[in-house]
């Protein structure tokens, strides 16, 4: 199996990743950080638990562990505790920490700060900040939209994997819509768009998306690494449905 800091490490960077593209504005993502390379060692504690706390090592050895940052899906692949495995980890912790830094000073540095006045419209520059940066963004979000329906049309063609498949196609739109309606001047659409509208349409697509991970996480009554994928899944759906009701649209 692998060694604790390769679990630490993985587990750290999957959390960068989620508060980075999901959670963009949460406060303290660097102590969730750290709890997430914590989660990702839990199934480890039966190392150090009493004999009798026999659950932790059938939790271990079970694909319940993969609930944890993936810790089984790692201690199959790294048997032997190899140190290249800790070393790539490490590797790819850097690289997220990059994407997490460059995305944040993004953030800081393409919005008004909120203790200056406001310009007005005719002051205000006729195209925002950082113009490429918005660009693929809006790009990206355009693309999540458009694969995230066709991979609706998989859903009866493969029975097998219906779950899957109709999970991330909702994931990536729910992900497209949230990028673009973020790049949205907020002011000119509620002129054009009714509260009443907008309000049903994010309750109807919360409702929708809601059957859904109801239905995924049902098949977590037979623990199988796809039903633990389709509980991550359900996550991350819920996680871009609470963006969605953030945005002031």
Not at 45 to 67: C, E, M, R, T, Y
Not at 74 to 100: E, I, M
């Amino acid at each position: 199996m692998s060694l604790a800091i390769t679990h630490f490490v993985v587990g750290a960077s999957a959390t960068v990743l989620v508060v980075t593209f999901f959670l963009p504005r949460i406060r303290f993502p660097r102590t969730l950080m750290v709890l997430g390379g914590l989660w990702a060692m839990i199934p480890d504690l039966n190392k150090g638990v009493p004999a009798q706390f026999g659950f932790v090592d059938a939790i271990h050895d079970s694909s319940w562990a993969n609930v944890f940052w993936a810790h089984r899906f790692l201690d199959v692949t790294d048997p032997t505790d190899t140190t290249q495995a800790a070393v790539g980890a490490l590797a790819l912790f850097f690289v997220v920490s990059l994407v997490a830094e460059g995305v944040g000073y993004h953030l800081r540095f393409s919005e008004p700060d909120a203790g200056t006045a406001r310009p007005s419209a005719a002051a205000a520059p006729s195209t925002p900040p950082f113009r490429l940066a918005h660009g693929v963004r809006r790009a990206g979000g355009l693309c999540s939209l458009v694969v995230g329906a066709g991979l609706f049309s998989y859903i009866l063609r493969t029975p097998k994997y219906t779950g899957l498949f109709a999970g991330l196609g909702l994931l990536l739109g729910l992900s497209g819509i949230v990028v673009l309606l973020e790049g949205v001047e907020p002011d000119g659409v509620v002129r054009r768009i009714p509260e009443l509208v907008s309000t049903g349409a994010k309750t109807a697509l919360t409702l929708g998306s809601s059957l859904l991970v109801v239905a995924l996480l049902v098949t977590l009554s037979d623990v199988t690494p796809l039903s633990v994928a389709y509980a991550g899944l359900s996550v991350l759906i819920l996680l871009q449905l609470v963006r969605l009701w953030e945005l002031p649209i």
